[in-house]
C-alpha cells in the first residue's frame, strides 16, 4: 500500500534547528516535496527532492535517501513564524507532471520563544 | 498570495442545498486539482483535470461534480451533501506536460480553501 509516515508534533526554542522526518513506502517515486501549512492557510511549496542528497535553501534543507524511503527537512535559526504544520508527499511515477502526490499527516511544529 | 483565488472562504449549507466553489488561478498553468482536508487526515485528492480534461477521479461520491470550463477555472458543484463532507476544500494549480529532460518539479499552488460546514 501507499504510506507516508511523518511524527504528528515536534517542539522547538527560537533560534535552534529541527529536523522533521519523512519515512515513505510507495508503489512509485518521482520526487518528494515538502509544504508549509500555517493554521487556515494555503498550503505553501517549501522543496523538491527527487536525487539522493541534501538541497538547500536559505534556512530550509531537504534531504532524501531514496534507498531508505527516508527524507528530513532541516530547519535552522528557528523563528516564532516557522510554527506551522510541515505537510511531506511523494510523487507517483508516471508520465507527465501532473501526476498524484501522495500526503503524510504533516507534523505540527510548534517554535517557543 | 499563490496566484490561486477560492470564493468562498467559508460556507455553511444544509443537506438539502445545492452550492458551488470557485476556483482560478492566474499562472498560466494547465493542471488544476481539488483537495478535501480533514483534521487527522492526509490531504485527500478528489479530481485532477489538465488541459481541462479530467484525468483523475478519485473514487469521490457523485454528490461531488467538478467542472472546468478552461485551464484558469475549476468548479466543484456540491448537493445533497453529508455532515462528514465538512472539510476544508483546496483547489491547486501547476504546470501540465512532460519536460524535454523527463522530469521536473512542477509543484503545486494552492488556494486558500473553502471551509465547508454541512449542517
Known amino acids: 500500500g501507499q504510506n507516508i509516515d511523518q511524527p504528528t508534533e515536534m517542539t522547538a526554542t527560537e533560534g535552534a534547528i529541527v529536523q522533521i522526518n519523512c519515512t515513505y513506502q510507495?508503489?512509485?517515486?518521482?520526487?518528494l516535496f515538502w509544504y508549509q501549512q500555517h493554521a487556515g492557510e494555503a498550503p505553501t511549496f517549501l522543496s523538491y527532492?527527487?536525487l539522493d542528497g541534501l538541497e538547500e535553501k536559505g534556512r530550509f534543507s531537504s534531504f532524501l535517501s531514496r534507498s531508505k524511503g527516508y527524507s528530513y527537512l532541516l530547519l535552522k535559526e528557528l523563528q516564532m513564524k516557522d510554527s506551522a504544520s510541515y505537510l511531506c508527499a511523494v510523487r507517483d511515477q508516471g508520465a507527465g507532471n501532473n501526476r498524484k502526490l501522495i500526503w503524510g499527516l504533516g507534523t505540527s511544529l510548534a517554535v517557543n520563544p | 498570495e499563490t496566484g490561486v483565488t477560492q470564493t468562498p472562504r467559508h460556507l455553511v449549507m444544509g443537506m438539502t442545498n445545492k452550492k458551488s466553489l470557485k476556483c482560478e488561478q492566474h499562472l498560466g498553468h494547465n493542471a488544476m486539482y481539488w483537495y478535501k482536508q480533514s483534521a487527522k487526515k492526509p490531504l485527500e485528492l478528489m479530481f485532477v483535470y489538465s488541459l481541462e480534461e479530467r484525468v483523475e477521479n478519485n473514487s469521490v461520491p457523485s454528490r461531488f461534480s467538478p467542472e472546468c470550463p478552461n485551464s484558469s477555472h475549476l468548479f466543484l458543484h456540491l448537493h445533497t451533501l453529508q455532515p462528514e463532507d465538512s472539510a476544508l476544500y483546496l483547489c491547486?494549480?501547476?504546470?501540465?506536460?512532460?519536460?524535454?529532460?523527463?522530469?521536473?518539479?512542477?509543484?503545486?499552488?494552492f488556494g486558500p480553501g473553502t471551509r465547508l460546514t454541512v449542517t
Open positions: 491547486a494549480s501547476s504546470p501540465s506536460g512532460t519536460s524535454r529532460t523527463g522530469s521536473s518539479n512542477y509543484e503545486q499552488y
Open positions: 527532492n527527487v
Open positions: 510507495t508503489s512509485g517515486f518521482n520526487g
